[in-house]
């Protein structure tokens, strides 16, 4: 059982950067895959991105590509989600998930552990 832990979220202006932490505790993997979610008000939750906490490979939606960056401290067990350039668009909640699904995977479905959530809202 992994317990996932959001901070970081705030207001900000348009152009903006902030930086999001997920720290993990409990049972957690090498092979488990962490992930960013959001959701907009009135939209449903949509994958970001994603890393495992072996190697460094990672995988970006298409929306955030160039923008958002995901990293990590293993040592910390800590994930981490740099967002630059940040647009009104982006505003939503932001959730970490973890999954231990062997495959590459964007499905809300396939990530049994979440985290509670932080708000990001970016002001045009």
């Known amino acids: 059982q992994v317990q996932l832990v959001e901070s970081g979220g705030g207001l900000v202006q348009a152009g903006d950067s902030l930086r999001l932490s997920c720290a993990a505790s409990g049972r957690t993997f090498s092979s488990d895959t962490m992930a960013w979610f959001r959701q907009a008000p009135g939209k449903e939750r949509e994958f970001v991105v994603s890393?495992?906490?072996?190697?460094?490979?990672?995988y970006h939606a298409d929306s955030v590509k160039g923008r958002f960056t995901i990293s990590k401290d293993n040592a910390k067990r800590t994930v981490y989600l740099q967002m630059n350039s940040l647009n009104p668009e982006d505003t939503a909640v932001y959730s970490c998930?973890?999954?231990?699904?062997?495959?590459?995977?964007?499905?809300?479905?396939?990530?049994?552990?979440w985290g509670q959530g932080t708000q990001v809202t970016v002001s045009s």
């Open positions: 998930a973890s999954t231990r699904s062997v495959i590459i995977t964007t499905s809300t479905a396939e990530y049994n552990c």
């Open positions: 890393i495992r906490w072996s190697g460094d490979s990672s």
